[in-house]
């Protein structure tokens, strides 16, 4: 691994090159925070996914795409006085340090839950009215209930086991079930919401991150789906003219794969 000197120069040149294409490049001068932020959501899902993949080299290339993308919001910030990249730096610097007082203080700390619950009670004390101000509106609604629940459950608002949890997942499905046979669209939407957050909240209570599990299943469901649409080639058909029956030999044999 470079060593702490080559790991600053690598950023030094970084922030160079950023100057130049700032300056120089008619694409990099036109850019803003709002043009590039659709930009930024892509490049943190592409990451993503890199991940979920455990493609190691793809991830360092993701990584870059992103400090990029950090460094291109603090040179612009500069340009209009309001912050640059040692204000972003240190700004998280202190936060980290004021939010980690067991290492940097005297609290004293037994696991990861207390770290956790000291993190939520110490934005509390920071000004804020709720500790669910920090999850963003903007979030997808999956990843979004997954942050919600992590986050009252930091200051103790909780189930205590598992099985509690799973029985009102139980709960929610039977008034899903309800509500189907009533045929009521808008109940059985709310219900069907209701399960959808029950299980995310189950999934947190059996340490299974709830978006990638199911980023998982996509990828499996595509790679079987493919390969479905590429025997159904093979033997001159289109899927519309096979039956269920056809297609799910070729599915099975997907599975094995």
């Known amino acids: 691994m470079n060593s702490r000197e080559n790991q600053l120069k690598a950023f030094d040149r970084l922030l160079t090159i950023m100057d130049e294409l700032r300056e120089q490049c008619p694409w990099d001068k036109k850019q803003t925070l709002q043009s590039l932020r ?64 067991h290492i940097y ?28 101000e920090g999850v963003p509106k903007s979030l ?36 899903l079930q309800d509500e189907i046979e009533k045929q009521d669209a808008d109940k059985i939407e709310s219900e069907f919401g209701d399960v959808l957050f029950s299980m995310i909240n189950y999934a947190r209570f059996l340490n299974i991150n709830p978006e990638d599990a199911l980023e998982r299943t996509n990828k499996k469901f595509i790679k079987r789906f493919q390969y ?4 159904a080639k093979e033997k001159s058909k289109s899927l519309q003219d096979m039956t269920l029956a056809e297609m799910d030999v070729f599915w099975e044999e997907a599975k094995k794969i």
């Open 38 to 101: 659709h930009l930024t959501i892509e490049e943190t899902y592409e990451l993503g996914d890199a991940i979920l993949d455990n493609n190691l080299n793809e991830v360092k290339k993701e990584l870059g795409d992103l400090l990029l993308h950090i460094v291109f919001y603090a040179k612009i910030g500069s340009e209009t006085k309001d912050f640059d990249i040692a204000d972003v730096t240190n700004e998280i610097c202190e936060k980290l340090i004021s939010r980690h007082p």
């Open 105 to 132: 203080g005297d609290v004293e700390v037994t696991d990861e839950e207390d770290v956790k619950r000291n993190w939520e009670n110490l934005k509390l004390k920071e000004g804020k009215n709720s500790v669910l």
């Open 140 to 175: 997808p609604a999956l990843v979004k209930a997954s942050r919600i629940q992590d986050k009252v459950a930091g200051v103790g608002f909780d189930w205590e086991e598992p099985q509690q949890v799973f029985e009102k997942l139980e709960e929610e499905l039977g008034e």
């Open 228 to 231: 479905l649409e590429k025997k």
